[in-house]
């Protein structure tokens, strides 16, 4: 077993760019001990990147079959991203724990707004949209409700880790530079991962931005605080196209030594073990 593995995939039944089985194919031809696949669950109404409900059954028949043809090259998890939505929809709802995957992702994407679901997830100039128009202008108010979110969703679990813990940070400091040094903000994480940790949660360190904006999430600056509170972290790329299976991974694992981690969570044999990080 070696440290590459990736457990944050998109394929074309959400919004990645390439079938599920190009994935696999990627990964095994860059040696990875296990991967997996984790399309946007679907959401009660309509988004053009979460998987359309009608389409799981396909989904889970087509990854179980990927995994059957390949296992004797590499171990394949089915996972599913699931948004939390609010006490209701969540990844903890029964109609997701009765689906049989392997591992599942809890994320925010969406914020409940008197006007409904709202986005956080999207490009700048849109995210500025939204601070203005259900925020009454301040990206603070939308930042506090990020992370009020998050934590509901880490009462209400149902999870196995969590998705981009403090995604919000890459629009937020779009739109006021320098948000994440705040007083405020700073002790908001520290309360944050203090809760993470004492809910026994596993967390991801998301790789995705690190090429195009050099940032992982969490953010860098973190690492040593969730190193001292012993938060369990599994690296993922958050792939959505085949080329990037192994993005960021070895740069993460890098600065993760350099905290002081000398493991890291990876899925072998159905199980998540801690692994010795050698890089
Ligand atoms: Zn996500
Ligand atoms: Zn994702």
């Not at 990875?32 to 359309?52: A, E, I, Q, R």
């Not at 009454?136 to 679990?157: A, S």
Request: hydrophobic share 35%; charged share 25%.
């Amino acid at each position: 077993m070696n440290n590459r593995t990736n457990y944050h995939t998109h394929s074309t039944y959400c919004d990645g760019l390439a079938p599920i089985e190009d994935f696999v194919k990627e990964a095994i031809k860059q040696d990875f001990s296990s991967y997996g696949v984790s399309s946007h669950s679907p959401v009660p109404f309509d988004t053009c990147w979460n998987m359309k409900r009608e389409n799981l059954p396909a989904y889970l028949r087509e990854v179980r079959s990927i995994k059957d043809k390949y296992k004797d090259r590499i171990e394949i998890y089915t996972g599913l991203e699931i948004d939390y939505l609010d006490a209701e929809y969540n990844p903890s709802s029964s109609e997701f724990q009765e689906l049989p995957l392997d591992y599942r992702i809890g994320s925010v994407h969406f914020l409940k707004t008197d006007d409904g679901y709202v986005d956080i997830d999207t490009a700048p100039a849109q995210f500025r949209e939204t601070v203005v128009r259900y925020f009454g202008g301040d990206v603070r108010v939308l930042v506090k409700k990020y992370f009020e979110t998050m934590m509901q969703m880490i009462c209400t679990g149902g999870f196995d880790f969590v998705g981009h813990a403090d995604k919000v940070s890459m629009n937020a400091l779009s739109c006021l530079p320098g948000i994440t040094g705040e007083i405020w903000y700073k002790s908001l994480i520290r309360e944050y991962f203090e809760f993470i940790s004492k809910k026994d949660c596993m967390i991801e360190i998301n790789t995705k931005a690190w090429r195009s904006k050099n940032l992982f999430f969490p953010n860098r600056e973190h690492f040593g605080l969730i190193h001292k509170l012993q938060i369990p972290v599994v690296v993922n790329a958050d792939t959505h196209h085949p080329s990037l299976v192994n993005d960021g991974r070895f740069d993460a694992l890098k600065e993760m030594l350099s905290e002081g981690f000398t493991h890291v969570r990876q899925l072998s044999g159905g199980q998540w073990v801690d692994v010795e990080i050698i890089i």
